[in-house]
């Protein structure tokens, strides 16, 4: 469908299309059906959606000599795939879980979880398994505005938060959209998204033809821009696997790649061949990510006998004593539909990586909350909180730390939420921040009660606290020491802390929910 429509700066008017304004490109848009393509040639490539292909009804297996062997291809009756055969005497298999069937069905389903009626639809492509792992992830959509993350506890299930959350609800951890005449943000549809995904995650496409409502146009990956810079395009996704928050496998993992000549591209860890040199370059990839999300505006290493830098501001890379620069870019890992739902998949399970719950506090937590509360007042309900995720954040974090238990004013209504999410950035009321922007806990009860929506509830949190000096109220991260040490957190008095102010929520476990 593509091929046949008609391109301005190409066919028989091609001269006379390619000296037409871009103003005037728009109008013909809205009354005709172009394929915009520019002058000077460029790097495409179409690409299609993850529709994964399922195998069929083995064909020996139907017939009289039988399959011979091991076989990619499902050993069960024809017939009874078709939905007529009923008899109880077949001499062919009608049991999907045999184990020759289920190690196909393991193979080919992407890891999301099968039952025979949803095979057989399959079969008889009467959907796909990427259609039924959209359906898996089909929860609430919301899209906030201005710039922000998606939310992975929405595709996950259901997000504690709800319309409070400040994360995009949507069905992927990946979304793509356009500008429009007004400046909005309009979505494509989702076979579109994921042919995008797809083709961004490769840093060989610069660009590709995509349909905008009813014509196609090309997008310019390194500009990400529609109609020769006119229009804006935008990517939105998870959270970074290596920003502040441990978010699991739904986070979205980078990889970066360096260019050797023209648009041949080479993973980070590669080598780099420059002159004479022939340097084996192993920085790892995890290793850039780390420095780019610190904000950095280079990272300098060596090899051999040779200095690199990395340029993130103009995304070049530098040896020096050499002129040329190399570009580099930063591309996301590609992740199919089925892979995505299959992550979600029996997250009831006590084991699963985004399990979380909330119960009542059992007599032995009891007995350990109030000790901490140190008499100063009685409880009259404990509500306990658990999360695999934040578990797993905080082991990452508390290694060299002593552990403390603090206090923090409730945040929302809804416990569910707090174990999903934590305590996050901004979660602390404004009055209550005296000490900076960070997350404030507190050693006093009273204290955080005076500073509590409702007065009458607080959070037990569990805190990984290392280095710290005095905070100031214009702090917005954690400063560093007197030797020159980058501290975790501040607080109101170092001879003897009773604010903590942190920066890193990974530090932070909310553990108990006290209502006085």
């Known amino acids: 469908a593509m091929a046949s429509l008609p391109t301005i700066s190409s066919g028989i008017n091609a001269e006379y299309g390619q000296r037409l304004s871009v103003p005037l490109i728009k109008r013909l848009l809205k009354t005709s059906k172009f394929v915009i393509r520019p002058p000077t040639?460029?790097?495409?490539?179409?690409?299609?959606?993850?529709?994964?292909?399922?195998?069929?009804?083995?064909?020996?297996?139907?017939?009289?000599?039988?399959?011979?062997?091991?076989?990619?291809?499902?050993?069960?009756?024809?017939?009874?795939?078709?939905?007529?055969?009923?008899?109880?005497?077949?001499?062919?298999?009608?049991?999907?879980?045999?184990?020759?069937?289920?190690?196909?069905?393991?193979?080919?389903?992407?890891?999301?979880?099968m039952e025979a009626g949803d095979i057989i639809r399959v079969m008889n492509s009467q959907t796909s398994v990427t259609g039924l792992a959209l359906n898996m992830l089909q929860h609430q959509t919301r899209i906030q505005p201005g710039d922000a993350e998606i939310c992975v506890w929405n595709l996950v299930g259901d997000c504690g938060k709800g319309d409070t959350c400040p994360f995009h609800h949507l069905n992927l951890p990946f979304w793509w959209q356009y500008e429009t005449d007004e400046g909005e943000w309009e979505s494509w549809d989702t076979d579109s998204i994921l042919i995008l995904e797809k083709a961004y995650s490769n840093p060989i496409i610069r660009t590709v033809e995509i349909k905008v409502k009813d014509m196609i146009v090309i997008i310019d990956f390194p500009t990400m821009t529609i109609l020769d810079g006119e229009y804006r395009v935008r990517r939105m996704s998870t959270a970074p696997a290596h920003a502040s928050r441990h978010l699991g496998s739904l986070a979205t993992s980078f990889h970066w790649h360096w260019e050797e000549v023209d648009n041949v591209w080479h993973e980070f860890p590669s080598c780099v061949t420059q002159g004479k040199h022939f340097p084996q370059l192993e920085l790892p990839s995890h290793v850039i990510e780390l420095a780019f999300l610190s904000g950095a505006p280079k990272l300098q290493f060596n090899i051999s006998d040779s200095t690199f830098t990395l340029l993130f501001g103009g995304m070049q890379m530098k040896e020096e004593g050499c002129s040329n620069m190399r570009k580099i870019c930063r591309r996301p890992i590609h992740r199919t539909v089925p892979h995505l739902a299959g992550l979600v998949s029996g997250k009831e399970d006590p084991s699963h990586e985004y399990y979380s719950a909330v119960e009542e506090a059992s007599p032995e937590d009891w007995e350990f909350v109030v000790k901490q509360l140190n008499g100063s007042r009685k409880p009259t309900s404990i509500t306990k909180m658990s999360s695999n995720i934040i578990d797993k954040q905080l082991g990452k974090c508390s290694k060299g730390r002593k552990m403390k238990w603090l206090f923090h004013p409730v945040v929302g209504k809804d416990a569910i939420a707090l174990a999903q999410h934590g305590l996050l950035l901004g979660d602390t009321p404004r009055e209550m921040q005296q000490y900076g922007s960070g997350v404030h806990l507190s050693t006093n009860v009273e204290h955080t009660l005076h500073f509590s929506e409702s007065a009458t509830s607080v959070l037990l949190v569990e805190a990984a606290v290392g280095d710290f000096v005095r905070g100031k109220a214009t702090d917005t991260a954690p400063p560093v020491s007197h030797d020159g040490k980058q501290v975790h957190c501040c607080v109101n008095n170092v001879s003897n802390p009773e604010i903590y102010v942190f920066y890193d929520v990974q530090c932070l476990r909310p553990k108990y929910w006290i209502t006085f």
């Open 41 to 113: 040639p460029i790097l495409f490539e179409k690409c299609e959606s993850d529709m994964l292909s399922f195998p069929k009804v083995c064909e020996y297996y139907n017939s009289e000599t039988g399959c011979l062997g091991s076989c990619l291809f499902f050993h069960l009756c024809r017939r009874f795939v078709q939905g007529i055969c009923h008899s109880e005497t077949c001499l062919l298999s009608h049991d999907f879980k045999s184990p020759h069937n289920q190690h196909i069905v393991k193979i080919c389903s992407g890891g999301i979880p």
